[in-house]
């Protein structure tokens, strides 16, 4: 079991920055890759960044390359979020997931954090 607890949300003026943090515990050794998602009201869940675990490699949707930056502790045990220049389209509750194996899906997630970006 992997146990995710998201912090750092709440609300930021466009241009502003915010840093989301993901504590992870128990198998922390299990973990191949975490990510961040976001949902905002009326809209379907969707990826916003993932991180290789052990490699550190990241991937990001285009919505948000060049804006946020996702990376990790040395001890592995904690995934942050950093959101430069956010948008009002940014806004929604941010979770966090860790995924077990390259090919499939997330295993884990936390309760989610709630980032709102004002004009």
């Known amino acids: 079991q992997v146990q995710l607890v998201e912090s750092g949300g709440g609300l930021v003026q466009a241009g502003d920055s915010l840093r989301l943090s993901c504590a992870a515990s128990?198998?922390?050794?299990?973990?191949?890759?975490m990510g961040w998602f976001r949902q905002a009201p009326g809209k379907e869940r969707e990826f916003v960044a993932d991180?290789?675990?052990?490699?550190?490699?990241?991937n990001y949707a285009d919505s948000v390359k060049g804006r946020f930056a996702i990376s990790r502790d040395n001890a592995k045990t904690t995934a942050y979020l950093q959101m430069n220049s956010p948008k009002p389209e940014d806004t929604g509750v941010y979770l966090c997931?860790?995924?077990?194996?390259?090919?499939?899906?997330?295993?884990?997630w936390g309760q989610g954090t709630q980032v709102t970006v004002s004009s």
């Open positions: 128990g198998r922390t050794w299990s973990i191949y890759s």
């Open positions: 991180i290789n675990w052990a490699g550190g490699s990241t």
């Open positions: 997931a860790a995924r077990l194996r390259p090919t499939r899906g997330y295993d884990y």
